[in-house]
């Protein structure tokens, strides 16, 4: 079995081995998978090479200030008229988190997938998955380091996005002393850590605001009080004029509850389907729950979608969590 470093270094091949790459990352990113996307891509333009970045939707707005954001294409807005021979997946727990993008993929493209979730089944032909890191991030601030290629204000604001956003702001028990060395390096080129924990943390549009009052207004916990769940239906995103943006870190609210083992948050997609998220106190590994049911993510953060009506889902999935606890 290889070492972390011998991927990395088999990362490092494929990145100077081809040109001409597709960037892509998971459907609705969130700030690890913006900020890994953003930079492979500068890291690629430090070597010289030609790439697009690509994602089946719009990124949040809250992180169009990063280096080179606005040229993440949407293809649900714009689509390309090519298909690319050598793809870098990033942040994708699973080869179908990458979307409609899989339609850029030539048949036998190659593909380079640099991910940090434990449920990632290797499915590229280049693979550096390191599970107990805390971020996507956190890996490619190792291969930049790796490259020997001179770190700047830019790419170091886009790893500390990184870092920031999936450790809950340095909260989660991911955040190891690595994380913490890391960040104090990326502070030290000049990352301003107190703005980027205000804009990408603390601040919220009236519409997050909006959709956080009607979901709470669901809020219900099970008869023991340690499973909590709320959820939001398309009739809330209307009228709110909320994004789906707007819903991250609700699921917080009824897993931060004094007793709850574990928070759900429902997502009413469309008539029959549902997305679900978890998040864990420890007790429940949720990657393990949303795995068996075509999901993933970590031991304490996950998700997936079924099929079905929420009045259906919401007791199929808190008897699930129930039972293992």
Same mark, same amino acid.
């Given at each position: 079995?290889?070492?972390?470093?011998?991927?990395?270094?088999?990362?490092?091949?494929?990145?100077?081995?081809?040109?001409?790459?597709?960037?892509?990352?998971?459907?609705?990113? *969130?700030?690890?998978?913006?900020?890994?996307?953003? +930079?492979?891509?500068?890291?690629?333009?430090?070597?010289?090479?030609?790439?697009?970045?690509?994602?089946?939707?719009?990124?949040?707005?809250?992180?169009?200030?990063?280096?080179?954001?606005?040229?993440?294409?949407?293809?649900?807005?714009?689509?390309?008229?090519?298909?690319?021979?050598?793809?870098?997946?990033?942040?994708?727990?699973?080869?179908?988190?990458?979307?409609?993008?899989?339609?850029?993929?030539?048949?036998?493209?190659?593909?380079?997938?640099?991910?940090?979730?434990?449920?990632?089944?290797?499915?590229?032909?280049?693979?550096?998955?390191?599970?107990?890191?805390?971020?996507?991030?956190?890996?490619?601030?190792?291969?930049?380091?790796?490259? *020997?290629?001179?770190?700047?204000?830019?790419?170091?604001?886009?790893?500390?996005?990184?870092?920031?956003? *999936?450790?809950?702001?340095?909260?989660?028990?991911?955040?190891?002393?690595?994380?913490?060395?890391?960040?104090?390096?990326?502070?030290?080129?000049?990352?301003?850590?107190?703005?980027?924990?205000?804009?990408?943390?603390?601040?919220? +549009?009236?519409?997050?605001?909006?959709?956080?009052?009607?979901?709470?207004?669901?809020?219900?916990?099970?008869?023991?009080?340690?499973?909590?769940?709320?959820?939001? +239906?398309?009739?809330?995103?209307?009228?709110?004029?909320?994004?789906?943006?707007?819903?991250?870190?609700?699921?917080?609210?009824?897993?931060?509850?004094?007793?709850?083992?574990?928070?759900?948050?429902?997502?009413?997609?469309? *008539?029959?389907?549902?997305?679900?998220?978890?998040?864990?106190?420890?007790?429940?590994?949720?990657?393990?729950?949303?795995?068996?049911?075509?999901?993933?993510?970590?031991?304490?953060?996950?998700?997936?979608?079924?099929?079905?009506?929420?009045?259906?889902?919401?007791?199929?999935?808190?008897?699930?969590?129930?039972?293992?606890?």
């Amino acid at each position: 079995m290889q070492t972390y470093e011998q991927a990395l270094q088999q990362g490092k091949d494929f990145l100077l081995e081809h040109d001409d790459y597709l960037i892509v990352s998971h459907v609705q990113p *969130d700030g690890d998978a913006v900020s890994s996307t953003l +930079t492979v891509g500068w890291l690629l333009s430090c070597l010289g090479k030609k790439f697009t970045m690509l994602n089946e939707g719009p990124i949040p707005q809250r992180m169009h200030f990063l280096w080179h954001a606005d040229q993440i294409v949407n293809m649900s807005e714009q689509p390309l008229d090519r298909k690319f021979n050598a793809v870098i997946c990033v942040d994708c727990a699973d080869f179908q988190r990458v979307g409609l993008t899989e339609n850029y993929f030539a048949e036998n493209a190659a593909i380079l997938n640099i991910d940090h979730h434990p449920t990632n089944n290797g499915y590229g032909s280049v693979n550096v998955i390191k599970p107990d890191a805390a971020a996507t991030a956190e890996i490619l601030f190792d291969l930049l380091e790796m490259m *020997d290629v001179p770190v700047d204000q830019a790419v170091a604001t886009a790893i500390y996005t990184g870092l920031l956003t *999936d450790t809950g702001g340095f909260r989660y028990s991911s955040t190891s002393p690595k994380v913490m060395a890391a960040a104090s390096r990326l502070l030290g080129y000049g990352v301003d850590g107190p703005h980027l924990a205000e804009t990408l943390l603390e601040g919220m +549009t009236l519409s997050q605001v909006k959709v956080l009052k009607r979901a709470l207004d669901t809020l219900a916990l099970s008869e023991d009080g340690k499973v909590a769940w709320v959820y939001v +239906t398309p009739e809330d995103m209307i009228a709110t004029g909320a994004a789906n943006e707007d819903l991250e870190g609700i699921v917080n609210y009824p897993r931060n509850i004094h007793g709850v083992e574990v928070g759900i948050l429902f997502k009413q997609i469309n *008539d029959n389907a549902v997305k679900v998220s978890m998040r864990s106190a420890g007790k429940v590994d949720v990657a393990a729950l949303a795995h068996a049911f075509g999901g993933g993510g970590h031991v304490r953060a996950a998700g997936c979608r079924l099929d079905g009506r929420l009045d259906e889902i919401i007791p199929r999935m808190v008897e699930q969590v129930r039972a293992e606890l």
